[in-house]
């Protein structure tokens, strides 16, 4: 371990790193670990009938509407299928060690928000009170996390998480899928963030009502950027094109 990392731990940062380090170097019993995999796995889903989701905040607020109302997809190809899969067992990694070792009393803790529609479900919990976020990442993403900190996506979403809890700090672990570094941060609660969660909530919330639908992003019209990963990007066009195509699939209920 290098000087600066061992420095960090001595002050009391790299939280979740040192105990998930301990627990990579312990002896490790197979069956009671798979256990507790099985165990998190065989949970049923939390309810997805209604709400925003806490996990896409600060995403398009059309992709997020065209969810709540069920349009057709473009679907994803194959290999995206596979960067999912590979996210899911990296969560369920950390999560069998913080249970084994016993730094997360919790995982996979449903919250919401009823006001805004807001439903969520936080990796995990710690034991000394504050929440856990597991990610996985490229390269090209870690390195910008290691230069100016987390992704606004993911500080929006445990803002969520801590507003619809009694959880006063988070810690955000990102794990470097191409070669398994990590980086580990705290945050606090931040009013301005989550006024910005808050009136995106109730925009969505609004336009759901009235069966209209936000402005296409600029990126969206010149066909670059995040259209190009939008599994709505051509629906995204035709109701554009055609929004009467689309209102029938409107309701009062959105689901994420």
């Not at 002050?11 to 197979?30: A, P």
Request: one cysteine or more; charged letters at 30%; a neutral charge.
């Amino acid at each position: 371990m290098k000087l600066g990392e061992r420095i960090k731990i001595a002050k009391g940062e790299n939280w979740l790193i040192s105990r998930y380090q301990d627990w990579l170097l312990s002896e490790h019993d197979s069956k009671a670990e798979a256990a507790i995999a099985a165990e998190i796995i065989a949970r049923p889903e939390r309810d997805r009938s209604i709400g925003w989701s806490a996990s896409s905040a600060g995403r398009c607020e059309r992709e997020q509407l065209f969810r709540a109302i069920s349009a057709p997809t473009d679907g994803f190809p194959v290999d995206v299928h596979n960067i999912f899969q590979n996210g899911h067992y990296v969560h369920l990694r950390h999560q069998v060690a913080g249970l084994r070792m016993g730094y997360l009393t919790a995982v996979e803790v449903p919250v919401r928000l009823d006001e805004y529609n807001v439903r969520g479900t936080m990796d995990g919990t710690c034991s000394d009170g504050l929440g856990a976020e597991f990610k996985s990442i490229n390269s090209f993403h870690y390195r910008t996390v290691r230069q100016f900190g987390p992704l606004e996506e993911h500080l929006l979403q445990v803002d969520a998480y801590m507003m619809a809890s009694d959880i006063k700090a988070f810690r955000i672990l990102y794990e470097n899928k191409d070669n398994q570094d990590l980086k580990e941060f705290t945050v606090e609660r931040n009013e301005k963030r989550w006024e910005k969660n808050k009136e995106v909530w109730l925009s969505m919330t609004t336009h759901l009502q009235n069966k209209t639908m936000p402005p296409v992003l600029k990126e969206c019209m010149n066909f670059k950027g995040k259209f190009l990963q939008c599994p709505y990007a051509s629906v995204c066009l035709k109701v554009e094109n055609d929004p009467k195509r689309y209102i029938p699939l409107m309701s009062s209920s959105p689901r994420d």
